[in-house]
Each structure stands twice: as structure tokens, then as C-alpha cells.
């Protein structure tokens, strides 16, 4: 599961760059294209933070790490906050450190009580930067839609899936409006 979804956000990755180097909006609607460098260079920051510092936790708790959640954990950080450049760095620093503390801190019977990416983004959110699915795009839905599909094929998680969509759906609909559908 792990090597799948890092693969994927890889490509989803991918994707955001190639788009921006073409100059379409890898990002929200209505955005102009992201530096492509800009993006790269963030990434390669927060894999570099979050392998840094899962290896020293991991070593300071004796403990085994996992190759891939650190990675995992970067990429999502990485599409989830951004681009934000050299001035928003200390924030993907604090982002990085906490979602990499919390795989370790906030556990219960060796599984995390939160996914340390969110985690990540709540600390920097609570700080007042904002942080959003910067990726979600038309140009980017499609490969979004596919990737999910499969991941929750992989993982067998299919009936539940469905139940939160549907759950969604029907909510949104009482709500009374479909927000976030143009961007189609």
C-alpha cells in the first residue's frame, strides 16, 4: 500500500510540474501556473526535512522506520501546502516537524491517532497559513479521480468509499449547493 501511494502522488506530482512548465494551472481555478522550479524546490525540502527527522526521531525512540512514510508524508505536505517559496519556508518547517512528531507522539497500540501530513497542516493552519488541496484543478481531476479509484481498489476500501461519498453528496445537497463544481 505505502509503495502504491507513493507512487502515485508521485505521478500526481509529476503531473503539477509538467502542467506548470506548460503554463497551465496545475493548481485551483482561476490561478495562474505555478514556477515549476518553485514546486520542485519545495518538494526537495520537505523530503529532505521529513526523512531528516524521522530518522533522528526513529533513533532517538529505537524504533524501525518505514522507507516510504516519510515520502509520503513530504508529497502530501508538498500538495497540500503551496507553493509557498523561500519566505514560506519556516512554515513547511513546522508542518514537516510536526506531522513527523506526531507519528511518533500522538500513537495508540502502534497506530497513529492522526494522519501526520494533516497533522502537519493543522499546526501551520493554527499559525494562520493557509493550506489547501492546491492541485485540484481540471487539468489535474482526471488524474486525481483515477489514482483514488485505484488506491481504494488496492486497499480493499471500496464499500467504505462509497458510504463517505454518498454521505457527502447527500449533505452537500441538503446544504444547498454544489460548491467547488466550477471549476468544471
Request: with cysteine.
Amino acid at each position: 500500500m505505502y509503495r502504491q501511494m507513493l507512487i502515485w502522488l508521485l505521478l500526481l506530482l509529476a503531473g503539477a510540474v509538467l502542467l506548470s512548465a506548460a503554463g497551465l494551472p496545475a493548481g485551483q481555478a482561476g490561478k495562474s501556473a505555478f514556477d515549476p522550479w518553485q514546486i520542485l524546490g519545495q518538494t526537495v525540502f520537505l523530503v529532505t526535512l521529513c526523512w531528516g527527522a524521522n530518522t533522528v526521531v526513529a533513533h532517538i525512540v529505537k524504533t524501525k522506520t518505514n522507507f516510504e512514510s516519510p515520502l509520503i508524508t513530504a508529497l502530501i505536505l508538498s500538495l497540500i501546502i503551496g507553493p509557498v517559496g523561500l519566505a514560506g519556508w519556516l512554515a513547511l518547517t513546522v508542518a514537516s516537524l510536526a506531522a513527523i512528531l506526531s507519528k511518533y507522539l500522538l500513537v495508540f497500540n502502534h497506530s497513529h491517532l492522526f494522519n501526520p501530513a494533516a497533522f502537519g497542516a493543522l499546526a501551520i493552519g493554527l499559525w494562520g497559513m493557509p493550506v489547501s488541496w492546491w492541485v485540484g484543478s481540471v487539468w489535474l481531476f482526471p488524474m486525481v479521480l483515477a489514482g483514488g479509484l485505484w488506491l481504494v481498489w488496492r486497499i480493499r476500501r471500496v464499500q467504505l468509499a462509497t458510504i463517505f461519498l454518498a454521505v457527502f453528496l447527500l449533505l452537500l445537497s441538503l446544504d444547498g449547493g454544489w460548491p467547488g463544481w466550477d471549476i468544471f
